[in-house]
């Protein structure tokens, strides 16, 4: 058996998981390297995860790649980020689409430059037939901005007479959210070592599983995640029921 490969039972692997990649700055710190340097090495780590989670069993993998707190970072980050996103959908999105890989973002676009609109569109389209796995890049995304956004859909077709108010349910409200029609979210793993969810899915993640990652984004590997999903397995999910 391969190194890292198939870490639980099959049936104990999670369907989709989420992952808050946290540590890139603190990573080049520690070698004296620009911040920018350790966003470009979390790149590969992210090539490394989205390569192993067809082998693993996983389904769907959510990425908090920029968050809508992000753009409070010092301007010249901030833009090398963006370009580091356009370098990354230019050069992986065939790469994807012959791996069977389907990407979908979400997010607010309406602040992102047009041409990162375009290319995402593109992907999008490029990528849509993908089978093998769904990845889900969230860029300028916030958990809360999600569940406000819904919230008002849902208003605005009750003030118009489309929506009783009173057959609003949970399904309904999950299904105006930006990950309407993905698997529920089963696992979320955050890595650097903190240990916040950081306005991230936060409808999503009501009873998923939860892995702190000791290792910075940048040094997780694929025995990392193997790790982290091995965990996810050592672990019984009641949902609120109490077994005998």
Request: glycine share 8%; proline share 5%.
């Amino acid at each position: 058996m391969p190194d890292g490969a198939d870490p639980t039972p099959r049936r104990m692997v999670p369907r989709h998981v989420a992952v808050i990649m946290d540590g890139n700055g603190r990573w080049a710190a520690k070698r004296g390297l620009p911040r920018l340097a350790g966003h470009r090495r979390g790149v590969e780590a992210l090539r490394g995860v989205v390569e192993a989670c067809p082998d693993f069993g996983v389904e769907t993998l959510t990425l908090y790649a920029f968050s809508t707190e992000n753009w409070r970072r010092p301007p010249d980050e901030v833009h090398g980020l963006m370009q580091l996103f356009r370098r990354y959908l230019r050069r992986e999105a065939a790469e994807l689409a012959e791996k069977g890989v389907r990407v979908r973002f979400i997010g607010d676009r309406a602040a992102l430059a047009p041409d990162i609109r375009a290319l995402m569109a593109g992907v999008e389209e490029r990528t849509a037939l993908g089978e093998r796995l769904t990845v889900v890049m969230a860029i300028n995304y916030g958990g809360r901005a999600d569940i406000l956004a819904a919230a008002r859909a849902l208003a605005a077709d009750a003030a118009r007479g489309a929506r009783d108010p009173a057959e609003v349910d949970e399904a309904t409200f999950e299904a105006a959210l930006q990950t309407a029609g993905l698997p529920e979210l089963d696992l979320v793993i955050r890595t650097s070592g903190e240990q916040r969810i950081s306005n991230f899915l936060l409808w999503q993640a009501a009873y998923a599983e939860f892995v702190f990652a000791p290792e910075l984004w940048p040094d997780f590997d694929r025995d990392a995640f193997a790790r982290a999903l091995a965990a996810f397995g050592a672990r019984e999910r009641r949902f609120g029921a109490v077994r005998a």
